[in-house]
């Protein structure tokens, strides 16, 4: 099915919404297959903060909205102060955990000095999906222009898991889901998605238990 629509907010099931500037032509190129069955992928939410609590996450809550809305399951949510060794201790607690797909953070993406989440993740990824930060920063130049170049969103795969890496803000994790994610996560995307190589992820791996 192909969820196109014009001179209106653009909604579309599974909680994503996408911008009118350039929505039109992201919804064209993204095709969900009804005639597929949706699989449900269990994802943990991290938020990386020095001040955010449960009560004051929104860009944690927003995701939590998001992926429930789409038909996920919670897995884990947590919140991290900005230390590249507790984010890094947490990433590998959950890509060691079977019931953990993907793993979804928010924070910690600039340059300043506290920003180290890109680090943490560097330090546990097996590869690298280069493209998600180009299209997340892509997208997001139509939005706040060069200021874009300030988020260093990357993601990647450790162990069998899915690690995505989103900067705080309550409207970039809004992007970053309603944009990319709610479609690579979807197993009737076409014409590919992430959920469909997870059976293959861990392949060339020893001890390769984890989402088999």
């Known amino acids: 099915m192909d969820f196109?629509?014009?001179?209106?907010?653009?909604?579309?099931?599974y909680g994503a919404v996408l911008h009118q500037n350039y929505g039109d032509k992201i919804?064209?190129?993204?095709?969900?297959?009804?005639?597929?069955?949706?699989?449900?992928?269990?994802?943990?939410?991290?938020?990386?903060?020095?001040?955010?609590?449960?009560?004051t996450d929104?860009?944690?809550?927003?995701?939590?909205?998001?992926?429930?809305?789409a038909g996920h399951v919670l897995a884990e949510r947590a919140i991290i102060s900005d230390d590249a060794d507790k984010i890094a201790a947490q990433l590998r607690k959950w890509i060691a955990d079977p019931q953990v797909d993907v793993v979804i953070t928010n924070g910690?993406?600039?340059?300043t000095g506290r920003d180290v989440t890109p680090e943490a993740f560097e330090s546990v990824l097996?590869?690298?999906?280069?493209?998600?930060?180009?299209?997340?920063?892509?997208?997001?130049?139509?939005?706040?222009?060069?200021?874009t170049i300030q988020s260093r969103a990357l993601a990647g795969v450790?162990?069998?898991?899915?690690?995505?890496?989103l900067p705080g803000s309550t409207g970039a994790v809004?992007?970053?889901?309603?944009?990319?994610?709610?479609?690579?996560?979807?197993?009737?995307?076409?014409p590919c998605?992430?959920?469909?190589?997870?059976?293959?992820?861990?392949?060339?791996?020893?001890?390769?238990?984890?989402?088999d």
């Open 174 to 190: 809004k992007d970053g889901w309603d944009d990319i994610l709610v479609f690579q996560l979807d197993s009737r995307h076409r």
């Open 27 to 55: 919804l064209s190129m993204s095709k969900i297959d009804t005639n597929l069955p949706f699989l449900p992928v269990r994802i943990a939410v991290l938020t990386v903060s020095d001040s955010r609590t449960l009560e």
């Open 126 to 147: 097996e590869k690298r999906i280069e493209g998600f930060g180009e299209l997340f920063r892509m997208l997001s130049y139509r939005k706040i222009g060069t200021s």
């Open 193 to 211: 998605n992430f959920v469909e190589l997870m059976p293959r992820l861990r392949e060339g791996l020893k001890g390769n238990g984890h989402h």
């Open 4 to 13: 196109l629509y014009k001179n209106r907010p653009l909604l579309r099931p």
């Open 58 to 69: 929104t860009s944690g809550a927003a995701l939590v909205a998001r992926l429930e809305g």
């Open 158 to 165: 450790a162990g069998g898991t899915y690690l995505f890496a």
């Open 108 to 111: 910690g993406t600039g340059v």
